[in-house]
Nanobody, 119 residues
Framework: VQLLELGGCLVQPGESRRLSCVVS????????MGWYRQVPSRERELLAT???????DYTASVEGRFTISREQGKNTVFLQMNSLKPDDTAVYYC??????????????WGQGTQVTVSS
């Protein structure tokens, strides 16, 4: 399984940006996909999740500004980011959790994409 994040860039405060996470490889058994971000010297922060049943969840710092979605029938997950702030500057990562037929779970990560919010 490989994950590729796309869409990182430099934006000004208040602008919007959509990140994409394209999944390839063995994709059966996906339990949940999520977006995280990380800044230097801090732990990776969970932002949003999209479960296999369609439910979504957000961390308080982005709820109402960010939206996670999944393209129907395709293995692409998006993160729509609105009203971006300088504090949103980070490397953004996509994560996939997959469960096998015998119940084992595996985590997969993308390589990350840089989002910089600055005037």
């Amino acid at each position: 399984v490989q994950l590729l994040e796309l869409g990182g860039c430099l934006v000004q405060p208040g602008e919007s940006r959509r990140l994409s996470c394209v999944v390839s490889g063995i994709i059966a058994g996906i339990i949940v996909m999520g977006w995280y971000r990380q800044v230097p010297s801090r732990e990776r922060e969970l932002l949003a999740t999209f479960a296999s049943g369609g439910s979504t969840d957000y961390t308080a710092s982005v709820e109402g500004r960010f939206t996670i979605s999944r393209e129907q029938g395709k293995n692409t997950v998006f993160l729509q980011m609105n009203s971006l702030k300088p504090d949103d500057t980070a490397v953004y990562y996509c994560k996939l959790v997959r469960q096998t037929m015998i119940g084992r779970t595996f985590d997969y990560w993308g390589q990350g994409t840089q989002v910089t919010v600055s005037s």
